[in-house]
């Protein structure tokens, strides 16, 4: 006998049926993207180590905007 789980899957039958095959990566297959970049900003090295400190200045918005890109990068590295 073979019982729905509710989700798609049978149970106890260990094999994907079609929507988790849908769902599964492909390792495989790569993707190329076109991206172009632009210079939006200068933002002084002593804003961003000002907002580091936790201190404002005039440029803490652009400092923190250029320190959430950085680690979003680095974390995508990973």
Same mark, same amino acid.
């Given at each position: 006998?073979?019982?729905?789980?509710?989700?798609?899957?049978?149970?106890?039958?260990?094999?994907?049926?079609?929507?988790?095959?849908?769902?599964?990566? $492909?390792?495989?297959? !790569?993707?190329?993207?076109?991206?172009?970049?632009?210079?939006?900003?200068? %933002?002084?090295? +002593?804003?961003? &180590?000002?907002?580091? $400190?936790?201190?404002? !200045?005039?440029?803490?918005?652009?400092?923190?905007?250029?320190?959430?890109? %950085?680690?979003? +990068?680095?974390? &995508?590295?990973?």
């Amino acid at each position: 006998m073979c019982r729905n789980s509710g989700n798609g899957s049978p149970v106890g039958n260990g094999s994907p049926n079609e929507t988790d095959k849908k769902r599964m990566r $492909r390792a495989f297959q !790569s993707k190329t993207f076109k991206v172009e970049m632009s210079f939006a900003a200068k %933002i002084p090295m +002593q804003a961003i &180590a000002a907002a580091l $400190r936790g201190q404002e !200045s005039e440029n803490s918005q652009e400092a923190l905007r250029v320190l959430d890109i %950085i680690l979003r +990068q680095h974390a &995508a590295k990973q």
